[in-house]
């Protein structure tokens, strides 16, 4: 059974910084291209990154593109999301999903994690 | 990267059929076959529902079904059933990123 389970979220000042962790089981990891999905409260849902297999090649959405960083460790299956700068409008569940193989649509989706900007 | 406009909520009686609308453009919707539709029952996981325009993944009902012309898909539910009733987001592929659509809230009558 495929399992993705982030960890690292909280309550977090204006302009401070986040790491979230995705730990995935159940599959091969180093497969499936990763991405962070998050939906802030009682909106609708926004892809924020993409990374390659092998973790050289990423994409961000606007609005997080060089406050944000996406990484992977293979060995681990583990997938990372480093935040710097983070405003109130970056309060959301964050979602680690997999990109289906050779595909475009997100197959598998973790429990998510909360994440508060506020002060 | 703007999101896909989908209407905010429509509505069936258990047994009827409803269609949501997922509006892009020649940039990411008119531009690739990688349509995919996804179910988020209040306080859960999004679930994908339709892959690749009208592809259903093993498990879900052939009572969701997925079309697009043009720059606009579709999601239909036929046979509309309690446990519909759910919010429903599109999401195309758009060359690197990907774009979601404002959601849409199906309330069974």
Redesign the interface.
């Known amino acids: 059974e495929v399992q993705l389970v982030e960890s690292g979220g909280g309550l977090v000042q204006p302009g401070g910084s986040l790491r979230l962790t995705c730990a995935a089981s159940g599959l091969t990891f180093s497969s499936y291209w990763m991405s962070w999905v998050r939906q802030a409260p009682g909106k609708g849902l926004e892809w924020v990154a993409n990374i390659r297999q092998d973790g050289g090649e990423n994409f961000f959405v606007d609005s997080v593109r060089g406050r944000f960083t996406i990484s992977r460790d293979n060995a681990k299956n583990s997938l990372y999301l480093q935040m710097h700068s983070l405003r109130a409008e970056d309060t959301a569940v964050y979602y680690c999903a997999t990109i289906a193989v050779a595909q475009s649509f997100f197959d598998y989706w973790g429990q998510g994690t909360l994440v508060t900007v506020s002060s | 990267?703007s999101?896909l406009t989908q209407p905010p909520s429509v509505s069936g009686s258990p047994g009827q059929s409803v269609a949501i609308s997922c509006t892009g453009t020649s940039s990411d919707v008119g531009a690739?076959k990688?349509v995919?539709w996804?179910q988020?029952h209040p306080g859960k996981?999004?679930?994908?529902i339709i892959?690749?325009v009208n592809k259903r993944?093993s498990g879900v009902p052939d009572r969701f079904s997925g079309s697009k012309s043009g720059n606009t898909a579709s999601l239909t539910i036929s046979g509309l059933q309690a446990d519909d009733e759910a919010?429903y987001?599109c999401?195309s592929?758009a060359g690197?990123?990907?774009?979601?659509?404002?959601?849409t809230k199906v309330t069974v009558l």
Do not use: I
């Open positions: 990267q999101a690739y990688d995919s996804y988020q996981v999004p679930k994908l892959h690749d993944p919010d987001y999401c592929y690197s990123p990907y774009v979601f659509g404002t959601g």
